[in-house]
């Protein structure tokens, strides 16, 4: 079981603009075509960050814009956030607040052997590395650059605490996936 931030990222780190726009990652590739499929299917619960879920009630789920869809996860999933959100009927959405490791031992009982997945944003993966949380990232970096958004991920990691590069891969002409260990911490 490991806890995985997996995500997208502009060449120059960004995972999306300042608006919290992802026009510029679609035209790049298709999902089918990444790890992702693989991926989800080893996930068993997932973290997210309050603009991630904000997006997908906008981007994908569309409530009250007449053609609504269901929730894209199976999983549960743990919506960290410091303020009121709505909630979505029939999914399994748990809003939760403070600290990460408060929360990291629920989800690895619903994930019931399965990884962790902290989709976003860059903070939050942030916070699970600090707390000494965080097993892997996996990135797929694409070829574009924004000069300025949301970073992909907003802390220093250098010296000893130095990711580890796992593989390299290229991903149709759009995109360049990384995967890098995270070293336990001492």
Do not use: C
Not at 64 to 91: C, D, H, K
Not at 140 to 166: E, M
């Amino acid at each position: 079981m490991k806890t995985q931030y997996y995500t997208a990222s502009s060449l120059d780190g960004f995972i999306a603009t300042e608006d919290d726009s992802l026009d510029w990652l679609f035209p790049l590739g298709d999902v089918n075509d990444t790890s992702y499929p693989g991926f989800i299917k080893e996930v068993g619960a997932i973290a997210m960050g309050s603009s991630t879920y904000a997006w997908m009630l906008r981007h994908v789920v569309k409530p009250g814009a007449g053609q609504e869809a269901p929730w894209p996860y199976a999983q549960p999933t743990w919506v960290f956030s410091s303020r009121q959100l709505e909630p979505i009927a029939g999914a399994d959405i748990r809003f939760v607040r403070g600290d990460v490791r408060l929360v990291h031992d629920q989800m690895r009982q619903a994930a019931a052997g399965k990884n962790l997945w902290v989709v976003g944003g860059g903070d939050l993966a942030g916070q699970f590395h600090d707390a000494g949380l965080l097993d892997e990232i996996i990135v797929q970096i694409g070829s574009v650059t924004l000069g300025q958004g949301k970073p992909l991920l907003p802390r220093r990691i250098a010296g000893a605490a130095a990711l580890r590069l796992t593989s390299v891969q290229s991903v149709g002409t759009g995109f360049a996936e990384l995967r890098y260990e995270v070293p336990a911490r001492p």
